[in-house]
C-alpha cells in the first residue's frame, strides 16, 4: 500500500518562502501522477501545482502561478517538492500530497482535478500572517 509522506508547513509571514515535500513510500510499484491541493476554512479543496511522472509537464492555479514551483526529486521521481515564495495570508491553508498511477506510457500525464488522484497526504498546515 502506498502512503504518502509530508513534510514541510509552518507559519510564515507575508513575503517569506517555504518548502513542502512529500514521499511516496510502501508498496510503490506505479508510475504516479503527483501534486498538491489545499483546503482552508470555509472553502472548497482546490489544487495548488501538479506535475506528471516524467516532471516534464505542470498545472498551476492561477493565484499561485510565478510564487510556487513543484518539482520531482531526479533521483527519486516518488518524492515531490512544493516551493513557495512571496507567501500570502491568503495560501493559508491545509495542503495535502496527492498520487495517482499511470500507465507506463503516459508518464507525460497530470491532472488537477481531487477525483483524478486516488491516493491522499494527511495535510499540513500553512498558515502565513500578515
Known amino acids: 500500500q502506498v502512503r504518502l509522506e509530508e513534510s514541510g508547513g509552518g507559519l510564515a509571514r507575508t513575503g517569506e518562502s517555504m518548502r513542502l515535500s512529500c514521499l511516496a513510500a510502501?508498496?510503490?510499484?506505479?508510475?504516479?501522477?503527483m501534486g498538491w491541493f489545499r483546503q482552508a476554512p470555509g472553502k472548497e479543496r482546490e489544487a495548488v501545482a501538479t506535475i506528471s511522472f516524467d516532471g516534464k509537464n505542470t498545472y498551476y492555479a492561477n493565484a499561485v502561478k510565478g510564487r510556487f514551483t513543484v518539482s520531482r526529486d531526479n533521483a527519486n521521481k516518488y518524492q515531490v517538492y512544493l516551493q513557495m515564495n512571496n507567501l500570502k495570508p491568503e495560501d493559508t491553508a491545509v495542503y495535502y500530497c496527492?498520487?495517482?498511477?499511470?500507465?507506463?506510457?503516459?508518464?507525460?500525464?497530470?491532472?488537477?482535478?481531487?477525483?483524478?488522484?486516488?491516493?491522499w497526504g494527511q495535510g499540513t498546515q500553512v498558515t502565513v500572517s500578515s
Open positions: 510502501g508498496r510503490v510499484r506505479s508510475t504516479l501522477a
Open positions: 496527492v498520487a495517482t498511477p499511470v500507465s507506463t506510457w503516459a508518464t507525460f500525464a497530470y491532472y488537477y482535478k481531487a477525483e483524478d488522484y486516488e491516493q
